[in-house]
């Protein structure tokens, strides 16, 4: 199949170079799963409540989505809008396409009417695939909503309940597979991530069978993931933390077993570690702190755990020293991105690095620069925003040129936006970021997007969202708003973007009205000054 319209390779000497190293084996995503379903086709590889699935169940369920999806004319390289929470489902579409060469666009469970449409007509998405009821949302007027608002869709696919006038998700389930034969190649594109957006809403990441496989199985070495673990899927499967980190990809990949949980929270989460003797899990710091204290009220029987993940964004290091004598388990802290870069602090680090770190690069082939301003390299420990290039880090965005030219180098850097400081070990310490996104729990809320919508109700002249530290969510957001008439309060303000179909963490915490903005010596508004406002004694 020729590459996908709208992405960009790596170089031919640095792809040769990666093939060479071992690091693109020339592996599908849907040949990952069937292999350990050939190793151990009776070895249970899915858990979705009182629903069990085995690597041969698994196997064919994903061979039958792929006839499923090549019957209702659903092409190789055609996009497909993944919108689904954390059900068996989820993993037979994603290895379907993989197998039919179809390319899933994986939205978040809190994306809404704004979102969905944005990615949809981006993608050129032709099928989108929901939920009939979510967390006691309806999502078929969400898929009306989406349908009219991007043409290309074709096809609405329906997991659970009604359909109405859509296609129920059983319907491919039931196609027979043929010759099971798999309509992509290594190097095609597999499956559409969403970048965490700076400015305007998401961008797609573009990532390919060879490096995202690699992605997997490499994460799945460094966490000691193997065929005897149980793998719990606490968050989003969407995410690619949790879908690829090693995840349910990496997990499956070994032959382990996967838990897939409704939620994070502790009265989800802890029956379903004792229940099914989960050793491996990942959290986001604001569920972490969560866990902890809960772990400490309750006493819960989490004694199969082996390893807790952290990422998303810093864990402070008064919970991370807390995490073995509390949860029984060893830390591993994971920093990274879907545009590629992984860093992991590994099983063998001694505590201060476990503790005060974010990890070290997960390939020796992660190509590795913190410069200042002017784009110089800066000495290790002195802080400065970092640049990566690598055999699993993006070229390009899909269809975003112009973006592109400010997002990498000449040479192929990706900027990431993220300042850190590396220490002599390789070890990264994250400081913050150089771009304007508030990191709101693990959620990355982009601030020119909610910005612009503030600024469309009417009695909003001027706005600056701004992040402010928070014990629990690592940082909330701040609406400071110079009104035209009438202040608006917070509910105002919420309703209108809840009309605008924004999804909910983008949803302002806090709104203060002023009289003007604190300026810069070029200025521009002084968002330091009112972030230091709302923490200041």
């Not at 330091?528 to 406002?533: D, I, P, Q, T, Y």
């Amino acid at each position: 199949m020729a590459p996908l319209e709208g992405t960009t390779g790596w170089p031919a000497d640095l792809a040769a170079r990666y093939r060479e190293a071992g690091y693109w084996a020339g592996r599908t995503l849907g040949g990952l799963l069937r292999d350990s379903a050939r190793r151990a086709p009776e070895r249970t590889a899915l858990v979705d409540g009182d629903r069990r699935w085995d690597y041969r169940e698994l196997d064919d369920a994903a061979d039958r989505v792929a006839a499923g999806l090549r019957a209702h004319g659903i092409a190789p390289g055609d996009r497909v809008l993944v919108h689904l929470p954390n059900v068996a489902e989820f993993a037979a579409l994603l290895f379907g396409c993989a197998r039919a060469g179809a390319v899933p666009v994986l939205a978040l469970p809190p994306h809404r009417e704004t979102e969905l449409v944005h990615l949809a007509e981006l993608a050129g998405a032709v099928a989108y695939a929901i939920p009939a009821e979510h967390g006691g949302f309806d999502h078929l007027p969400l898929a009306e909503a989406v349908t009219a608002g991007a043409p290309s869709v074709r096809h609405v696919f329906v997991v659970g309940g009604d359909p109405g006038r859509f296609t129920p998700f059983d319907a491919l389930t039931a196609a027979e597979p043929g010759d099971r034969a798999d309509d992509a190649a290594p190097e095609d594109v597999a499956v559409l991530l969403l970048s965490g957006g700076t400015t305007g809403l998401p961008k797609l990441i573009p990532r390919t069978h060879d490096d995202y496989a690699y992605n997997a199985l490499a994460s799945a070495e460094v966490s000691g993931l193997d065929a005897a673990s149980v793998y719990l899927a606490a968050l989003p499967a969407a995410h690619n933390f949790a879908l690829a980190c090693p995840g349910l990809l990496g997990a499956f990949a070994v032959g382990a077993t996967v838990v897939l949980s409704p939620g994070g929270d502790p009265e989800t989460a802890f029956p379903l570690i004792e229940r099914e003797r989960v050793t491996v899990v990942a959290l986001v710091p604001p569920l972490v702190l969560v866990w902890l204290d809960a772990a400490e009220l309750f006493r819960p029987d989490l004694s199969s755990l082996r390893l807790l993940q952290a990422g998303g964004s810093r864990l402070k290091d008064d919970p991370a020293r807390r995490v073995r004598s509390v949860l029984g388990c060893a830390l591993q802290q994971v920093y990274g991105m879907a545009e590629g870069l992984l860093n992991f602090t590994r099983l063998d680090d001694p505590d201060e690095l476990v503790i005060g770190t974010q990890g070290r690069p997960l390939s020796a082939d992660d190509e590795v620069l913190v410069c200042d301003q002017d784009g110089d390299p800066v000495p290790d420990g002195q802080v400065g925003e970092l640049l990566v290039r690598g055999p699993y880090t993006l070229r390009g965005y899909f269809r975003a040129e112009a973006h592109d030219e400010r997002s990498f180098t000449a040479d192929g850097f990706f900027r990431t936006g993220d300042l850190v400081r590396r220490l002599p070990t390789g070890h990264l310490v994250v400081e913050g970021r150089s771009k304007e996104v508030i990191n709101r729990g693990g959620d990355k809320i982009p601030v020119e997007e909610v910005e612009n919508h503030l600024l469309s109700h009417p009695a909003v002249h001027d706005v600056a969202l701004v992040g402010f530290p928070d014990e629990a969510m690592g940082e909330r957001s701040c609406a400071f708003v110079l009104a035209a008439g009438e202040p608006p309060n917070r509910r105002d303000l919420v309703e209108h973007l809840r009309r605008l179909g924004v999804a909910a963490f983008k949803l302002p915490d806090r709104v203060r009205v002023l009289e003007s903005f604190p300026r810069t010596g070029l200025g521009k508004v002084d968002r330091r000054a009112l972030a230091e406002g709302l923490v200041r004694p």
